[in-house]
């Protein structure tokens, strides 16, 4: 309520361009950052780097929260605490953008295993973007008054950052938010655009893995045998029908069978198949439902089949890489809709759809009492890329593909104007 009577008293006005000096300030800043991409529990550099800029700008920093986190607070008098997040980690992707600052970076991930690294999600234009907010916060601290909380988060690609940050203490060190705040470039938008939306926007995302255990032998034998590939490929149709027969058709769910494994040769029935899922949903009662019947088909089908209690199929839920959904509260919404549409022009704020992608920033609003929060898409394709796609059919790359490429130079402006102007008007003085 609190929220709505001050949505009608008011949008404070953030220009949409930064100074030329501080927009090439920027575009190097994203530029290097694009170049040295970091693994996920791996972003030293980056932190450091990025800590560094917060502190020159007169922010009180603390690194190494939650891993390689850094928490940057901005005291402005007495007010709300908005939390503005933005994710450090890069992809195991080979960059083949053939851009100029391309990454050709080629480090260890957290088993010390060497990969290429790309920011093929663009978290690059994230940071850029949160410290061009905090310089405009800090340059225009005559139109607010609260307390900015400006976080970098690592891990975002494995869903564990923002509980290791949260774990670690991040609202009982650290200023506790009234509103937490965040954007994700998409692949799919115009730069200069930005997506909105109310409600879920993000699905709770869980990795499920399954060994479907037999008695192995001869091929030409199979009686004398309990074939492991044949029971995995009727769990494989099976778990089709939860989405279908066991959830709610006004609810959503994905089911994915990503990976399956078994056997070493024509002739031999061997005795184990490995599978990996991913499990989507939104509602945490259509997760455990889903996760229940998964447990429920896989035991009973081994049992179907003549499997000993002591050979039936074993079910991991990975519960630590679980990334709960993202619900964007919707009075927040509605204050976010209008301090944006203000600093960009309406005709630049569309509405969209929720997706079925994950993101672990729904779990800083998750906490007890839970904290109204928002994450909304910022446009990052050039608009004649997206016109050419309309009438060729050709494909835009996707997140996490090898080519994607931001048009980062209005990426980046429309950002910190629209992160700005959303975070300046949560904290807005009382006119």
Known sequence: ????????????????????????????????????????????????????????????????????????????????TVMIRADMDGLPVKEQTGLPYASTVVTKNRS??????????????????????????????????????LILQPAEELGL???????????ERFPRPDYNLALHDKATLAAGKVGIVPGWALANVDSVDITVRGIGGHGAYPHTTRDPIVIAANLVMALQTIVSRETNPL?????????????????????????????????DDVRMNTI???????KNLGRTYGLPEDKLPIVTVRDAEFTPATYNDPALGAWIRASISKAIGPENVRDMEPV??????????????????????LGAVDPKDIEEAKKTGKRLPSLHSPFFAPDYKPTIETGVAAMSAAAMDLMKKDK
């Open 1 to 80: 309520m609190r929220l709505i009577k001050r949505l009608a008293a008011g949008i404070v006005a953030v220009s949409l361009l930064a100074t030329p000096a501080q927009a090439e300030d920027l575009v190097k800043l994203y530029k290097y950052l694009h170049a040295h991409p970091e693994l996920s529990l791996r972003e030293t550099k980056t932190a450091a780097l990025l800590a560094g800029k917060l502190r020159d700008m007169g922010y009180d920093v603390t690194e190494h929260v939650g891993g390689t986190g850094v928490v940057a607070i901005l005291k402005n008098g007495p007010g709300p």
């Open 292 to 298: 229940s019947s998964i447990k429920r088909m896989a």
């Open 251 to 283: 609810d959503s769910a994905v089911v994915t069978v990503g990976s399956i494994h078994g056997g070493t040769k024509h002739n031999i029935i061997g005795d184990e198949v490995r599978l990996q899922l991913t499990l989507r949903s939104y509602k």
């Open 161 to 171: 950052g923002a509980g290791a940050m949260l774990k670690d203490g991040l609202f």
């Open 112 to 149: 010390d295993i060497e990969k290429p690294a790309m920011h093929a999600c663009g978290h690059d234009i994230h940071m850029t973007v949160l410290m061009g907010t905090a310089e405009k916060m800090r340059i225009n601290r005559d139109k607010w008054s609260g307390t900015l909380m």
């Open 356 to 377: 079925m992608g994950g993101e672990d920033f729904g779990a800083y609003g998750r906490v007890e009492p839970k904290i109204p929060s928002f994450l909304f898409w």
